[in-house]
T-cell receptor, first 111, second 119 residues
Framework: TQLLEQSPQFLSIQEGENLTVYCNSS?????LQWYRQEPGEGPVLLVT?????EVKKLKRLTFQFGDARKDSSLHITAAQPGDTGLYLC???????????FGTGTRLKVLA | DTGVSQDPRHKITKRGQNVTFRCDPI?????LYWYRQTLGQGPEFLTY????????KSRLLSDRFSAERPKGSFSTLEIQRTEQGDSAMYLC?????????????????FGPGTRLTVL
């Protein structure tokens, strides 16, 4: 069974602080995605990474895929209250057409 | 708005009753997924369709669950003889696999979900 563990599970920080969320697995993924989900809504895709060691930036968000494609991280610089939400990573293995979601990190940014 | 829509948004039912949810994917999306999400957890894959064909079902999908996509457009998820453990958010997502392959992306577009509460 493929498992994606995210850490931390909960994070409460002040506006302006930096943070990193981790997504780890013992499985190798062909691609990995990060989503943000707000209460009462479905997840919204932030980024897809496919190459080991790949780094992608989306404004204040930096995503990295591990060299061995088993782990990933999401770094947020100068967090804002609008960043509050549930952050989910999801990995797909080669030859499959479904993503396995991680356990989630609930972020709260206080003004 | 041409996003994925789900109906109803909320459903409260008594244990033992049957419920049916509907998902309308984005037009021309040939792949449709169903997920279940419990509070504080990530979505769990249930099943997916390519056009009208159901290609994979999770072991989470017991014989009380059935999904259909009869014309390759909208899909329904039915739960028979509901149990309290079925209480969750049921999410639908769709994608156009050919477009995503051309763009070298793999985006699933999620609907807002149907929140089921079984009393």
């Amino acid at each position: 069974t493929q498992l994606l563990e995210q850490s931390p599970q909960f994070l409460s920080i002040q506006e302006g602080e930096n943070l990193t969320v981790y997504c780890n697995s013992s499985s190798v993924f062909s691609s990995l995605q990060w989503y943000r989900q707000e209460p009462g809504e479905g997840p919204v895709l932030l980024v897809t990474v496919v190459t080991g060691g790949e780094v992608k930036k989306l404004k204040r968000l930096t995503f990295q895929f591990g060299d061995a494609r088993k782990d990933s991280s999401l770094h947020i610089t100068a967090a804002q209250p609008g960043d509050t939400g549930l952050y989910l990573c999801a990995g797909a293995t080669s030859g499959t057409y479904k993503y396995i979601f991680g356990t989630g990190t609930r972020l709260k940014v206080l003004a | 708005d041409t996003g994925v829509s789900q109906d109803p948004r909320h459903k409260i039912t008594k244990r033992g009753q049957n419920v049916t949810f509907r998902c309308d994917p984005i037009s021309e999306h040939n792949r449709l997924y169903w997920y279940r999400q419990t509070l504080g957890q990530g979505p769990e894959f249930l099943t997916y369709f390519q056009n009208e064909a159901q290609l994979e079902k999770s072991r989470l999908l017991s014989d009380r669950f059935s999904a259909e996509r009869p014309k390759g457009s909208f899909s329904t998820l039915e739960i028979q003889r509901t149990e309290q453990g079925d209480s969750a958010m049921y999410l639908c997502a769709s994608t156009n696999m050919y477009r995503e392959a051309l763009l070298s992306t793999d985006t699933q577009y999620f609907g807002p979900g149907t929140r089921l509460t079984v009393l």
